[in-house]
């Protein structure tokens, strides 16, 4: 089998072409795709498309200096494990991604995440969808700035004519609350702030 069909969600090979700067860009990228996915496992030194010993070409770049220059083009610096290996008598270099809690991006801003076999751009709403699903951030549950003396009249009436129509007998008895207790009912308030709306935010 060629490295191209061992290939996995979380494993990718890479054969060094000896230009250091291009090959750096590309450990770079296949970096972020992994901390902003899942994780994962980075093999330079391997051709994707020969089969047998002939596939490890090896590499010559130094595992520190590959390190370093990986943190200082990302955007929060990413950390990568770098270490040798050796196989069919080629040094290899294995990159290990861990997932990342930041949402991790190229000096240019662009933030690639791992989709399959394939490194993917994200929008700037993917990468915000991202970093609140990670920071595990409900922004329905934080209480706001605004009070309950805020929240519209109109609002309120129908909102109570709703619950008083309602089949299930617990709800229509929540039109029957004050306003404040309503509201903590429904799980809108904490009977002094107002929830944050889980689509505008605050």
């Given at each position: 089998?060629?490295?191209h069909?061992l290939?996995?969600?979380g494993v990718d090979f890479k054969?060094?072409?000896?230009a250091?700067?291009?090959?750096?860009k590309?450990?770079?990228?296949?970096s972020?795709?992994?901390?902003?996915a899942?994780?994962?496992?980075?093999?330079?030194?391997?051709a994707n498309?020969?089969r047998?010993a002939?596939?490890?070409?090896?590499?010559?770049l130094d595992?520190d200096?590959?390190k370093?220059r990986?943190?200082?083009?990302t955007?929060?610096?990413?950390l990568?494990?770098?270490?040798?290996?050796a196989t069919s008598?080629?040094r290899l270099l294995v990159?290990?991604v861990?997932e990342?809690?930041e949402?991790?991006a190229?000096?240019q801003?662009?933030?690639?995440?791992r989709?399959?076999?394939?490194?993917?751009?994200?929008t700037p709403?993917?990468?915000a969808?991202?970093?609140?699903?990670?920071?595990?951030i409900d922004w329905?549950?934080?209480?706001?700035?605004?009070?309950?003396?805020?929240v519209?009249?109109?609002?309120l009436e129908?909102?109570?004519?709703?619950?008083a129509?309602?089949?299930?007998?617990?709800?229509?008895?929540?039109a029957?609350?004050?306003?404040p207790?309503?509201?903590?009912?429904l799980?809108?308030s904490n009977?002094t702030?107002?929830?944050?709306?889980?689509?505008?935010?605050?």
């Open positions: 089998m060629t490295a069909e290939e996995r969600e054969e060094d072409d000896r250091t700067a291009h090959m750096i590309v450990l770079v990228d296949a972020l795709c992994f901390a902003n899942s994780g994962g496992t980075v093999v330079l030194g391997v498309s020969v047998g002939a596939a490890f070409t090896g590499t010559d595992p200096y590959v370093r990986i943190y200082e083009l955007v929060p610096g990413l990568v494990e770098v270490e040798e290996a008598g080629q990159l290990r861990t990342a809690v949402i991790h190229d000096t801003g662009r933030a690639p995440r989709i399959g076999l394939d490194c993917r751009p994200m709403a993917q990468q969808q991202l970093r609140q699903d990670r920071q595990g329905s549950a934080q209480v706001g700035t605004r009070t309950i003396a805020d519209s009249a109109a609002a129908r909102a109570r004519d709703f619950l129509g309602s089949a299930d007998p617990t709800r229509r008895g929540y029957r609350l004050s306003t207790d309503m509201l903590a009912a799980g809108l009977r702030g107002v929830y944050c709306e889980p689509v505008s935010g605050c």
